[in-house]
């Protein structure tokens, strides 16, 4: 479902599909290294469900948000990458997130090695550390 951010209204009417067992990826998508920026955001979005946020696709005028997720009182805004080392790629992922004018928790997940440093209040962690941010 789509969350549009500005009403701060939920609509039902564009879908995405997340497997609940990241190996059906090897079915339908044979080789090695195809998709690995969908095969991380599956994984968040499997790992957000594990700790019972609800899950929404984010929209804000024309940009895209991977993940609204609610938890109570908490909100998260998540943008999923493969990596931001390309200034393309980082920009366009901030971009979407700088769209957004509330004061709600921003995040870009991504396998980069390194930790890049917080960004006008939008912050980078590793996907293998996302368990930090998902169970405070």
């Not at 549009?4 to 609509?11: P, W």
């Not at 493969?82 to 790629?89: F, I, P, R």
């Not at 901030?94 to 709600?104: F, H, V």
Request: some cysteine.
């Amino acid at each position: 479902m789509q969350y549009k951010i500005a009403r701060k209204e939920v609509t039902d009417n564009i879908f995405k599909y997340y497997v609940n067992d990241l190996s059906f990826k090897n079915y339908l998508y044979p080789g090695i290294a195809y998709g690995v920026g969908y095969l991380l955001e599956n994984a968040v979005f499997l790992e957000l469900k594990r700790c019972n946020f609800e899950i929404y696709e984010g929209r804000q005028k024309n940009k895209e948000i991977d993940f609204v997720a609610i938890k109570g009182d908490r909100k998260i805004y998540i943008q999923v990458c493969y990596s931001l080392e390309d200034e393309k790629t980082k920009e366009q992922e901030y971009a979407s997130l700088l769209s957004i004018r509330d004061n709600y928790e921003k995040w870009i997940v991504s396998l980069d090695d390194i930790q890049f440093p917080i960004h006008e209040g939008i912050k980078h962690i590793q996907a293998w550390n996302l368990e930090m941010i998902f169970n405070n």
